[in-house]
Protein backbone atom coordinates (compact mmCIF):
# COMPACT_ATOMS: atom_id res chain seq x y z
CA UNK A 1 0.00 0.00 0.00
CA UNK A 2 0.89 3.32 -0.46
CA UNK A 3 3.25 5.28 1.67
CA UNK A 4 1.19 7.87 4.16
CA UNK A 5 3.31 10.11 3.90
CA UNK A 6 2.29 11.29 0.63
CA UNK A 7 -1.09 11.39 2.03
CA UNK A 8 -2.76 15.06 0.12
CA UNK A 9 -5.91 15.98 1.71
CA UNK A 10 -6.69 19.39 -0.28
CA UNK A 11 -9.49 18.34 -2.26
CA UNK A 12 -11.00 15.06 -0.94
CA UNK A 13 -14.27 13.49 -2.98
CA UNK A 14 -16.45 11.10 -1.61
CA UNK A 15 -18.65 9.72 -3.77
CA UNK A 16 -22.31 9.22 -3.45
CA UNK A 17 -23.95 7.40 -6.58
CA UNK A 18 -27.26 8.11 -5.61
CA UNK A 19 -26.05 12.14 -5.65
CA UNK A 20 -24.01 11.71 -8.91
CA UNK A 21 -27.57 10.51 -10.50
CA UNK A 22 -27.17 9.64 -14.17
CA UNK A 23 -23.79 9.93 -14.44
CA UNK A 24 -21.10 6.91 -14.50
CA UNK A 25 -19.12 7.21 -11.37
CA UNK A 26 -16.15 5.89 -13.00
CA UNK A 27 -16.37 8.89 -15.42
CA UNK A 28 -17.57 11.27 -12.60
CA UNK A 29 -14.12 10.14 -11.01
CA UNK A 30 -11.89 10.72 -13.78
CA UNK A 31 -13.43 14.09 -14.42
CA UNK A 32 -12.32 15.08 -10.57
CA UNK A 33 -9.63 14.10 -10.95
CA UNK A 34 -8.83 16.25 -13.86
CA UNK A 35 -10.29 18.94 -12.39
CA UNK A 36 -7.89 18.70 -9.06
CA UNK A 37 -9.10 16.17 -6.52
CA UNK A 38 -6.39 14.92 -4.83
CA UNK A 39 -8.16 11.50 -2.47
CA UNK A 40 -11.05 9.24 -3.70
CA UNK A 41 -13.19 8.25 -0.94
CA UNK A 42 -15.90 5.03 -2.14
CA UNK A 43 -18.83 5.33 -0.04
CA UNK A 44 -21.70 3.54 -0.98
CA UNK A 45 -24.09 1.80 0.90
CA UNK A 46 -26.73 0.38 -1.37
CA UNK A 47 -24.54 -2.15 -3.32
CA UNK A 48 -23.97 -5.61 -2.74
CA UNK A 49 -20.69 -6.52 -1.77
CA UNK A 50 -20.06 -7.77 -5.15
CA UNK A 51 -21.15 -4.72 -6.73
CA UNK A 52 -19.31 -3.21 -4.52
CA UNK A 53 -16.12 -4.59 -5.40
CA UNK A 54 -16.57 -5.14 -8.78
CA UNK A 55 -16.97 -1.09 -9.02
CA UNK A 56 -13.98 -0.74 -7.50
CA UNK A 57 -11.73 -2.81 -8.55
CA UNK A 58 -12.96 -0.55 -12.06
CA UNK A 59 -11.91 2.72 -10.64
CA UNK A 60 -8.55 1.20 -8.79
CA UNK A 61 -7.67 0.78 -12.88
CA UNK A 62 -9.03 4.31 -13.68
CA UNK A 63 -7.29 6.35 -11.20
CA UNK A 64 -4.05 7.69 -11.27
CA UNK A 65 -1.27 6.12 -8.35
CA UNK A 66 -0.99 9.51 -6.78
CA UNK A 67 -4.28 9.37 -5.78
CA UNK A 68 -5.42 7.78 -2.65
CA UNK A 69 -8.01 5.19 -3.34
CA UNK A 70 -9.91 4.91 -0.18
CA UNK A 71 -12.87 2.74 0.71
CA UNK A 72 -15.79 4.02 3.17
CA UNK A 73 -16.28 1.54 6.25
CA UNK A 74 -15.77 -2.11 4.31
CA UNK A 75 -12.20 -3.34 5.89
CA UNK A 76 -12.93 -6.56 3.51
CA UNK A 77 -13.96 -4.29 0.57
CA UNK A 78 -10.08 -2.41 1.33
CA UNK A 79 -8.79 -5.56 1.28
CA UNK A 80 -10.13 -7.18 -1.84
CA UNK A 81 -9.73 -3.85 -3.68
CA UNK A 82 -6.37 -3.45 -2.74
CA UNK A 83 -7.52 0.28 -1.84
CA UNK A 84 -4.48 2.56 -0.51
CA UNK A 85 -6.75 2.97 2.75
CA UNK A 86 -10.11 2.93 4.78
CA UNK A 87 -12.45 6.11 5.61
CA UNK A 88 -14.21 5.07 9.19
CA UNK A 89 -16.63 6.14 10.98
CA UNK A 90 -17.71 5.77 14.89
CA UNK A 91 -20.18 3.09 13.85
CA UNK A 92 -17.46 1.33 11.98
CA UNK A 93 -15.10 -1.53 13.04
CA UNK A 94 -12.04 0.01 15.81
CA UNK A 95 -8.97 1.64 14.07
CA UNK A 96 -7.06 -0.81 15.41
CA UNK A 97 -8.72 -3.99 14.05
CA UNK A 98 -8.64 -2.14 10.55
CA UNK A 99 -4.46 -1.08 11.02
CA UNK A 100 -4.12 -4.58 11.89
CA UNK A 101 -5.69 -6.32 8.77
CA UNK A 102 -4.41 -3.18 6.56
CA UNK A 103 -1.00 -2.74 7.65
CA UNK A 104 1.53 0.43 8.62
CA UNK A 105 1.15 1.25 4.88
CA UNK A 106 -2.14 2.04 4.63
CA UNK A 107 -4.34 5.73 4.53
CA UNK A 108 -6.64 5.35 7.74
CA UNK A 109 -9.06 7.88 8.38
CA UNK A 110 -11.29 8.61 11.26
CA UNK A 111 -14.65 10.60 11.23
CA UNK A 112 -15.08 12.35 14.81
CA UNK A 113 -18.05 14.16 15.85
CA UNK A 114 -17.39 15.52 18.71
CA UNK A 115 -14.48 16.75 21.14
CA UNK A 116 -14.09 13.46 22.71
CA UNK A 117 -13.61 11.34 19.87
CA UNK A 118 -11.11 14.03 18.67
CA UNK A 119 -9.38 13.37 21.83
CA UNK A 120 -9.77 9.64 21.96
CA UNK A 121 -8.27 9.81 18.37
CA UNK A 122 -5.02 11.04 19.33
CA UNK A 123 -4.52 7.47 20.63
CA UNK A 124 -5.55 5.46 17.83
CA UNK A 125 -3.53 4.32 14.82
CA UNK A 126 -5.18 6.83 11.94
CA UNK A 127 -3.46 9.02 9.61
CA UNK A 128 -6.04 11.73 9.37
CA UNK A 129 -9.04 12.61 11.12
CA UNK A 130 -12.70 13.91 9.30
CA UNK A 131 -14.61 16.64 11.49
CA UNK A 132 -17.71 15.74 10.24
CA UNK A 133 -20.05 17.66 10.30
CA UNK A 134 -18.26 21.05 9.86
CA UNK A 135 -21.45 22.36 8.75
CA UNK A 136 -25.09 20.89 8.40
CA UNK A 137 -25.76 18.73 5.26
CA UNK A 138 -28.93 16.85 3.84
CA UNK A 139 -26.17 13.95 2.35
CA UNK A 140 -25.75 12.39 5.55
CA UNK A 141 -28.24 12.78 8.59
CA UNK A 142 -27.25 10.16 10.99
CA UNK A 143 -24.34 12.96 12.63
CA UNK A 144 -24.47 14.62 15.44
CA UNK A 145 -24.33 18.69 15.33
CA UNK A 146 -22.40 20.41 13.28
CA UNK A 147 -18.86 21.77 14.06
CA UNK A 148 -19.03 25.16 12.50
CA UNK A 149 -15.71 27.10 11.86
CA UNK A 150 -14.90 27.67 15.54
CA UNK A 151 -15.06 23.64 16.57
CA UNK A 152 -12.68 23.32 13.70
CA UNK A 153 -10.63 26.26 15.12
CA UNK A 154 -10.64 24.46 18.49
CA UNK A 155 -10.36 20.92 16.85
CA UNK A 156 -6.95 22.07 14.54
CA UNK A 157 -5.68 23.62 18.19
CA UNK A 158 -6.28 20.35 19.74
CA UNK A 159 -4.75 17.41 17.34
CA UNK A 160 -1.45 17.41 15.29
CA UNK A 161 -3.30 14.95 13.37
CA UNK A 162 -4.04 16.50 9.51
CA UNK A 163 -7.75 17.52 9.41
CA UNK A 164 -10.33 17.69 6.44
CA UNK A 165 -13.73 19.22 7.38
CA UNK A 166 -17.07 17.42 5.75
CA UNK A 167 -20.30 18.38 5.37
CA UNK A 168 -22.16 21.33 3.26
CA UNK A 169 -18.66 22.59 1.99
CA UNK A 170 -19.03 24.16 -1.42
CA UNK A 171 -17.22 27.05 -3.96
CA UNK A 172 -18.76 29.60 -1.28
CA UNK A 173 -17.19 28.63 1.99
CA UNK A 174 -14.30 26.50 1.36
CA UNK A 175 -12.18 29.23 2.03
CA UNK A 176 -13.24 29.76 5.23
CA UNK A 177 -12.72 26.12 6.09
CA UNK A 178 -8.79 26.36 5.33
CA UNK A 179 -8.53 29.63 6.88
CA UNK A 180 -9.78 27.82 10.07
CA UNK A 181 -6.65 25.45 9.63
CA UNK A 182 -8.15 22.57 7.83
CA UNK A 183 -5.55 20.47 5.39
CA UNK A 184 -8.30 20.22 2.88
CA UNK A 185 -12.45 19.97 2.09
CA UNK A 186 -14.25 16.77 1.69
CA UNK A 187 -17.06 17.06 -0.63
CA UNK A 188 -20.37 14.88 -2.19
CA UNK A 189 -22.54 16.93 -3.64
CA UNK A 190 -20.57 20.33 -4.59
CA UNK A 191 -18.48 17.97 -7.23
CA UNK A 192 -21.14 14.48 -7.46
CA UNK A 193 -24.19 16.62 -8.50
CA UNK A 194 -21.90 19.43 -10.43
CA UNK A 195 -23.31 19.90 -13.88
CA UNK A 196 -19.69 19.89 -14.83
CA UNK A 197 -17.84 17.83 -11.96
CA UNK A 198 -14.41 18.69 -13.88
CA UNK A 199 -15.09 22.31 -13.65
CA UNK A 200 -16.23 22.08 -10.15
CA UNK A 201 -13.37 20.54 -8.84
CA UNK A 202 -10.96 23.08 -10.69
CA UNK A 203 -12.73 25.96 -9.05
CA UNK A 204 -13.13 24.63 -5.75
CA UNK A 205 -9.24 23.29 -5.60
CA UNK A 206 -8.18 26.88 -6.74
CA UNK A 207 -9.72 28.24 -4.12
CA UNK A 208 -8.50 26.07 -1.38
CA UNK A 209 -5.66 26.83 -2.44
CA UNK A 210 -5.65 30.50 -2.74
CA UNK A 211 -7.16 30.21 0.55
CA UNK A 212 -4.01 28.23 1.96
CA UNK A 213 -1.73 31.10 0.61
CA UNK A 214 -3.36 33.77 2.22
CA UNK A 215 -3.61 31.72 5.37
CA UNK A 216 -0.06 31.39 5.58
CA UNK A 217 0.86 34.86 4.54
CA UNK A 218 -1.29 35.77 7.56
CA UNK B 1 -9.03 -21.52 12.68
CA UNK B 2 -11.06 -24.83 12.88
CA UNK B 3 -10.51 -27.28 11.03
CA UNK B 4 -13.23 -27.82 8.59
CA UNK B 5 -13.07 -31.57 8.46
CA UNK B 6 -15.28 -31.53 12.03
CA UNK B 7 -18.34 -29.62 10.02
CA UNK B 8 -21.55 -31.16 10.72
CA UNK B 9 -24.33 -29.39 9.06
CA UNK B 10 -26.77 -31.65 10.41
CA UNK B 11 -29.03 -28.71 12.25
CA UNK B 12 -27.61 -25.00 10.83
CA UNK B 13 -28.74 -22.08 12.04
CA UNK B 14 -29.17 -18.70 10.18
CA UNK B 15 -30.20 -16.02 12.44
CA UNK B 16 -32.57 -12.98 11.64
CA UNK B 17 -32.56 -10.37 15.07
CA UNK B 18 -35.80 -9.29 12.92
CA UNK B 19 -37.25 -13.14 13.06
CA UNK B 20 -36.39 -12.88 16.35
CA UNK B 21 -38.24 -10.54 17.14
CA UNK B 22 -38.02 -9.51 21.43
CA UNK B 23 -35.51 -12.38 22.04
CA UNK B 24 -32.12 -11.84 22.73
CA UNK B 25 -30.09 -13.03 20.50
CA UNK B 26 -27.17 -14.51 22.30
CA UNK B 27 -29.72 -16.08 24.33
CA UNK B 28 -31.78 -17.60 21.03
CA UNK B 29 -28.46 -19.05 20.18
CA UNK B 30 -27.09 -20.66 23.73
CA UNK B 31 -30.77 -22.35 23.79
CA UNK B 32 -30.55 -23.84 20.12
CA UNK B 33 -26.93 -25.01 20.80
CA UNK B 34 -28.88 -26.75 23.39
CA UNK B 35 -31.29 -28.08 21.51
CA UNK B 36 -29.26 -29.62 19.00
CA UNK B 37 -27.63 -27.04 16.53
CA UNK B 38 -24.35 -27.88 15.21
CA UNK B 39 -23.84 -24.60 12.87
CA UNK B 40 -24.98 -20.74 13.41
CA UNK B 41 -24.56 -18.78 10.90
CA UNK B 42 -24.45 -15.11 11.68
CA UNK B 43 -26.56 -12.94 9.29
CA UNK B 44 -27.43 -9.37 10.44
CA UNK B 45 -27.85 -6.72 7.47
CA UNK B 46 -29.56 -3.78 9.10
CA UNK B 47 -26.53 -3.63 12.16
CA UNK B 48 -23.91 -0.88 11.99
CA UNK B 49 -20.34 -2.65 11.39
CA UNK B 50 -19.57 -1.57 14.95
CA UNK B 51 -22.95 -3.60 16.27
CA UNK B 52 -22.37 -6.47 13.98
CA UNK B 53 -18.82 -6.52 15.47
CA UNK B 54 -19.87 -6.24 19.06
CA UNK B 55 -22.74 -9.04 18.34
CA UNK B 56 -19.93 -11.76 17.34
CA UNK B 57 -17.48 -11.12 20.09
CA UNK B 58 -20.46 -11.48 22.51
CA UNK B 59 -21.90 -14.23 20.60
CA UNK B 60 -17.96 -16.19 20.03
CA UNK B 61 -17.85 -16.00 23.88
CA UNK B 62 -20.65 -18.04 24.28
CA UNK B 63 -20.73 -20.91 22.23
CA UNK B 64 -19.05 -23.80 22.37
CA UNK B 65 -15.72 -24.82 20.35
CA UNK B 66 -17.56 -27.96 18.76
CA UNK B 67 -20.19 -25.34 17.23
CA UNK B 68 -18.65 -23.40 14.16
CA UNK B 69 -19.41 -19.69 13.87
CA UNK B 70 -20.16 -18.43 10.50
CA UNK B 71 -20.70 -14.87 9.26
CA UNK B 72 -22.83 -13.59 6.38
CA UNK B 73 -21.37 -11.89 3.81
CA UNK B 74 -18.57 -10.02 5.60
CA UNK B 75 -15.22 -10.84 5.23
CA UNK B 76 -14.21 -7.79 7.60
CA UNK B 77 -16.42 -8.81 10.39
CA UNK B 78 -15.44 -12.97 9.68
CA UNK B 79 -12.03 -11.37 9.84
CA UNK B 80 -12.38 -9.09 13.29
CA UNK B 81 -14.84 -11.33 15.06
CA UNK B 82 -12.13 -14.45 14.80
CA UNK B 83 -15.19 -16.30 13.14
CA UNK B 84 -14.58 -19.93 11.84
CA UNK B 85 -15.70 -19.16 8.31
CA UNK B 86 -17.91 -17.16 6.11
CA UNK B 87 -20.95 -17.89 4.20
CA UNK B 88 -21.14 -16.56 1.04
CA UNK B 89 -24.32 -15.59 -1.56
CA UNK B 90 -23.98 -15.23 -5.33
CA UNK B 91 -23.89 -11.14 -4.59
CA UNK B 92 -20.69 -11.34 -2.30
CA UNK B 93 -17.04 -11.57 -2.05
CA UNK B 94 -15.43 -14.36 -4.71
CA UNK B 95 -14.93 -17.12 -2.45
CA UNK B 96 -11.04 -17.04 -4.18
CA UNK B 97 -10.90 -13.95 -2.48
CA UNK B 98 -12.70 -15.01 0.84
CA UNK B 99 -9.73 -17.85 0.96
CA UNK B 100 -7.23 -16.13 0.22
CA UNK B 101 -7.60 -13.50 4.07
CA UNK B 102 -9.19 -16.43 5.86
CA UNK B 103 -6.93 -19.12 4.74
CA UNK B 104 -6.87 -22.43 4.57
CA UNK B 105 -8.66 -23.73 7.68
CA UNK B 106 -11.70 -21.48 7.68
CA UNK B 107 -14.72 -22.72 6.84
CA UNK B 108 -16.14 -21.33 3.58
CA UNK B 109 -19.73 -22.13 2.51
CA UNK B 110 -21.78 -20.79 -0.73
CA UNK B 111 -25.06 -20.44 -1.48
CA UNK B 112 -25.74 -21.55 -5.02
CA UNK B 113 -29.58 -20.93 -6.67
CA UNK B 114 -28.99 -23.05 -10.08
CA UNK B 115 -27.34 -25.83 -11.30
CA UNK B 116 -24.95 -23.57 -13.55
CA UNK B 117 -24.05 -22.15 -9.90
CA UNK B 118 -23.79 -25.42 -9.02
CA UNK B 119 -21.48 -26.53 -11.22
CA UNK B 120 -19.52 -23.28 -11.26
CA UNK B 121 -19.18 -24.36 -7.89
CA UNK B 122 -16.62 -27.39 -7.84
CA UNK B 123 -14.22 -25.34 -9.20
CA UNK B 124 -14.10 -23.05 -5.99
CA UNK B 125 -12.85 -23.08 -2.47
CA UNK B 126 -15.44 -23.66 -0.75
CA UNK B 127 -16.24 -26.61 2.13
CA UNK B 128 -20.22 -27.28 1.79
CA UNK B 129 -23.19 -25.27 -0.47
CA UNK B 130 -26.43 -24.52 0.56
CA UNK B 131 -28.87 -25.10 -1.64
CA UNK B 132 -31.17 -21.91 -1.96
CA UNK B 133 -34.09 -21.61 -1.60
CA UNK B 134 -35.15 -25.44 -1.83
CA UNK B 135 -38.59 -24.18 -0.33
CA UNK B 136 -40.30 -20.83 -1.51
CA UNK B 137 -39.49 -18.57 1.95
CA UNK B 138 -40.98 -15.11 3.12
CA UNK B 139 -37.54 -14.93 4.87
CA UNK B 140 -35.41 -14.14 1.77
CA UNK B 141 -37.06 -12.46 -1.53
CA UNK B 142 -34.27 -11.79 -3.46
CA UNK B 143 -33.53 -15.42 -4.12
CA UNK B 144 -34.43 -17.36 -7.28
CA UNK B 145 -37.14 -19.75 -8.12
CA UNK B 146 -37.43 -22.96 -5.01
CA UNK B 147 -34.68 -26.52 -6.41
CA UNK B 148 -37.58 -27.98 -4.72
CA UNK B 149 -36.91 -31.89 -3.46
CA UNK B 150 -36.52 -32.71 -7.27
CA UNK B 151 -33.43 -30.45 -7.98
CA UNK B 152 -32.21 -31.35 -4.34
CA UNK B 153 -31.75 -35.12 -5.28
CA UNK B 154 -30.38 -33.72 -8.72
CA UNK B 155 -27.65 -31.50 -7.04
CA UNK B 156 -26.95 -34.49 -4.60
CA UNK B 157 -25.74 -36.41 -7.83
CA UNK B 158 -24.09 -33.49 -9.52
CA UNK B 159 -21.45 -32.24 -6.75
CA UNK B 160 -19.93 -34.32 -3.87
CA UNK B 161 -19.40 -31.22 -1.51
CA UNK B 162 -21.39 -31.36 1.63
CA UNK B 163 -25.22 -30.01 1.05
CA UNK B 164 -27.34 -27.88 3.55
CA UNK B 165 -30.82 -26.93 2.22
CA UNK B 166 -32.52 -23.52 3.47
CA UNK B 167 -35.68 -22.06 2.82
CA UNK B 168 -39.01 -22.99 4.24
CA UNK B 169 -37.81 -26.15 5.86
CA UNK B 170 -39.55 -26.72 8.82
CA UNK B 171 -40.70 -29.80 11.36
CA UNK B 172 -42.71 -31.32 9.14
CA UNK B 173 -40.59 -31.63 5.80
CA UNK B 174 -36.88 -31.76 7.18
CA UNK B 175 -37.00 -35.03 7.46
CA UNK B 176 -37.98 -35.13 3.34
CA UNK B 177 -34.73 -32.67 3.03
CA UNK B 178 -32.62 -35.59 4.51
CA UNK B 179 -34.02 -38.43 2.50
CA UNK B 180 -33.39 -35.79 -0.97
CA UNK B 181 -29.99 -36.41 0.30
CA UNK B 182 -28.83 -32.93 2.08
CA UNK B 183 -26.37 -33.13 5.13
CA UNK B 184 -28.19 -31.49 6.95
CA UNK B 185 -31.17 -28.46 6.88
CA UNK B 186 -30.30 -24.86 7.37
CA UNK B 187 -33.58 -22.88 9.23
CA UNK B 188 -34.14 -19.44 10.10
CA UNK B 189 -37.71 -18.98 11.51
CA UNK B 190 -38.44 -22.89 12.43
CA UNK B 191 -35.84 -21.93 15.75
CA UNK B 192 -35.62 -17.84 15.72
CA UNK B 193 -39.56 -17.53 15.63
CA UNK B 194 -40.33 -20.20 17.92
CA UNK B 195 -42.21 -19.81 20.93
CA UNK B 196 -39.40 -22.44 22.57
CA UNK B 197 -36.06 -22.42 20.22
CA UNK B 198 -34.39 -24.90 22.52
CA UNK B 199 -37.42 -27.66 22.03
CA UNK B 200 -37.59 -26.53 18.00
CA UNK B 201 -34.66 -27.18 17.49
CA UNK B 202 -34.46 -30.28 19.62
CA UNK B 203 -37.38 -31.54 17.75
CA UNK B 204 -35.60 -30.46 14.06
CA UNK B 205 -32.53 -32.30 15.30
CA UNK B 206 -34.34 -35.76 16.13
CA UNK B 207 -36.43 -35.10 13.04
CA UNK B 208 -32.94 -35.12 11.01
CA UNK B 209 -31.28 -38.05 12.73
CA UNK B 210 -33.94 -40.51 12.41
CA UNK B 211 -34.83 -39.24 9.08
CA UNK B 212 -30.85 -39.64 7.91
CA UNK B 213 -30.64 -43.06 9.66
CA UNK B 214 -33.68 -44.48 8.05
CA UNK B 215 -32.55 -43.12 4.50
CA UNK B 216 -28.86 -45.05 5.09
CA UNK B 217 -30.88 -47.75 5.62
CA UNK B 218 -32.50 -48.13 2.56
Redo the contacts between chains.
Sequence with gaps: MKNNKRLDLSLYLVTDRKVAGHLDITDLIQKAIKGGVTVIQLREKDL????F?QLGIKIKEVIPPDVPLLID?????A??IRADGLHLG?????AV?ARK?LGSQAIIGLSVENFAQLQEASRLPVDYLAISPVFSTPTKTDTGPAWGLEGLKSARILTDLPLVAIGGINEGNAASIVKAGADGVAVVSAICAAPDPEEAARKLKKTILEARKSHKLR
Design positions: TTREYDRLDLLAQTDLPLY
